[in-house]
């Protein structure tokens, strides 16, 4: 599935691409990484094999499929989203953000909870970016002077992360981000999905290493039929309560 190569790509986990069906039976070492570093908890092994192989199970709710179209692994969040979807008994409202998932009856308190944790997501993105490429700076100073890596590594102990990272468009999907909206079961689901543009590559700080470019966070609101980008949270989410209200 496309969000196991997206966190490979950035976190340098080994999921390797299935020409034919993915076999637990044949590669039970590939879906104990995968259940351990990708899926989030409550995902069985008969269902990660189905969602491997590009079928949704057809136990699956909208809310947990929307959990990984919005990017949520055991140990992050790319994408936050909130997803209206309907089910028999009406409208609910699903907001995703990793540790603090949400299910709401009412649109209000659905955009003004997302709005808060997607906007202070936003601001520790950019500070972890930050501490990131303070880091890079001091380490290839450091570097420029003679010191040797190694130790420079030992001194400093582990490097910054990005917990809260916003992930890229999918290329393969129809939309920018995923293909949730064309599954049959999400009915007249409306949703709003945080999108980070891809920046062009940064050039080598020293050796190898290179910095990170400023975040530039988009947010698209979607549904079957569209897909229109804001640069703007305030701006998507009152698109998101105009579609969202018919």
Known sequence: MRFAF????????????????FSPKRQQSEISQLRDFIYPPGYS????????N???????SVPEFARLHCGESRTIVFSPCIIRSRDSKGFDYFVIIHGANKHF????????????RMSEHVRLYGDEVAALNDFVDDFCGQIAKGTEAAEILRAKGA?????????PPDPDAKYPFSNLFQWE???ECVGLVAVSQREEEQAIAC???RKIATPHVNFFVVDKNSSKGHGALEAALVEFQQRAAH
């Open 105 to 116: 009856h009412d649109m209000a308190a659905a955009t003004q909870y997302f709005n808060e």
């Open 45 to 52: 092994d008969a269902a990660i094999v189905e969602l491997e």
């Open 6 to 21: 997206v966190l490979a790509a950035l976190f340098g986990l080994t999921v390797p691409a299935h020409a034919e069906d």
């Open 207 to 209: 050796g190898r290493v």
């Open 185 to 187: 079961k999400c009915r």
């Open 159 to 167: 490097r910054p992360r990005l917990s809260h990272a916003v992930a």
């Open 54 to 60: 590009g079928r949704i199970p057809a136990d699956i």
